[in-house]
């Protein structure tokens, strides 16, 4: 760093995502990816004629995406902000609502507490239950901003609606802010919740179930005076930023919905049979409604399994945090994958015995 960055942002602790190996080929099962490609009609919409126009700025209103956002999600455009990422709407919302404080969980998305770090937030980091689930109640009347991934990360577990919904109610002096990253491989969609509460965002991503992580495309959806907030922000700071390319995946990737929930659905049976097999190999197994699994054996620590799969090509995500450091996730890929995945798992630990 050099002498002349603010000291505050110096001491902070940065996000540190998962490896994004550009050397030798891994089966990559860390960062949650999606296994399969867009949909076809993804690939056909970035055509040369729109790389051509790159020479012109993108629409900072993102209107044809907002529009079909919209359509999708039974909402207005004017209730639908689009972000680089959901990671940029997470951190317009940490900047936008959390003055007064935000409460989350100690074992969730590594973002929220970078987020409050930056802002100067002052976090309330609820530890999850013994069983790694999420009590609601800790959540109720809280007097501080409120946020919540649904399903869970790095667990799947995941909170039906209604619990979701005495939250929102509980919390009318503050912003709740409902991560659905991976709510489309099994997880119960709060975004009906906005027309009845104006506290409640609901954050959702192209990253993971629609094959764009690399498009950089998230969105949010509340009431409309929240998304004029985010959207102050981001005039603020980079109004054009979705770039013109992304804009036409993403809008064609919300006209192909069979493609991908078919897909989807797919991904999750992949996940059920897995789960399934780690359970037989003597693996605890969080119930998992996303599209990774989050599993430990007793009788190797996270950390070597982790490196047992890195030297066999197998990329998994493993956390240092002592809470959870004897578990791996590990994102659902093809069914190739995981087979290839779990025969690796059963002759690590056969060795071990
Ligand atoms: N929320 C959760 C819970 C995540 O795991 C991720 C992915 N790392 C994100 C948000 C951000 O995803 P993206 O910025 O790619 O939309």
């Not at 089966?27 to 296994?35: G, Q, V």
């Not at 690399?214 to 998304?227: M, P």
């Not at 959207?231 to 992304?246: A, D, G, Q």
């Amino acid at each position: 760093m050099s002498r002349f960055i603010d000291s505050r942002l110096g001491a902070l602790e940065e996000y540190v995502p998962g490896e994004q190996p550009q050397d030798k080929k891994y089966i990559k099962l860390n960062t949650n990816e999606f296994p399969y490609p867009p949909a076809p009609q993804v690939i056909a919409a970035v055509t040369a004629a729109e790389v051509a126009d790159l020479r012109l700025y993108s629409d900072p209103t993102c209107k044809v995406l907002k529009e079909k956002l919209a359509a999708r999600y039974g909402a207005e455009p004017e209730n639908v902000f689009v972000g680089n990422g959901s990671d940029e709407v997470l951190n317009f919302a940490f900047m936008a609502w959390c003055r007064g404080g935000a409460a989350f969980a100690d074992i969730t998305y590594g973002f929220y507490s970078v987020f409050a770090e930056l802002y100067g937030i002052d976090a309330e980091v609820i530890p999850l239950k013994e069983d790694l689930s999420v009590d609601p109640e800790e959540y109720m009347n809280k007097g501080k901003a409120v946020v919540l991934a649904n399903p869970n990360a790095p667990t799947g577990l995941c909170l039906p609606r209604d619990t979701i919904e005495r939250v929102v109610k509980s919390n009318p002096g503050s912003a709740v802010i409902v991560d659905e990253a991976y709510v489309d491989f099994g997880g119960e969609s709060a975004t009906e919740l906005t027309k009845k509460y104006d506290n409640l965002l609901v954050v959702g991503t192209f990253s993971k179930s629609r094959a764009l992580a690399g498009a950089r495309v998230g969105f949010g959806v509340g009431d409309k005076e929240l998304i004029r907030d985010l959207e102050k922000i981001k005039y603020c700071t980079n109004p054009y930023n979705i770039n013109r390319l992304s804009l036409v995946a993403a809008a064609a990737a919300l006209d192909a919905r069979a493609y991908y929930d078919e897909k989807d659905a797919l991904v999750a049976e992949t996940r059920e049979k897995a789960q399934k097999e780690l359970r037989a190999r003597g693996f605890a197994v969080s119930e998992s409604k996303a599209n990774f699994i989050f599993a430990t054996h007793e009788k190797i620590p996270g950390g070597a399994l982790y490196e047992a799969l890195k030297a066999r090509g197998i990329l998994v995500r493993h956390f240092t945090v002592p809470r959870i450091r004897d578990y791996n996730r590990i994102t659902v890929g093809t069914p190739e994958e995981m087979k290839t995945l779990i025969d690796n798992i059963k002759e690590i630990i056969n060795g071990l015995e």
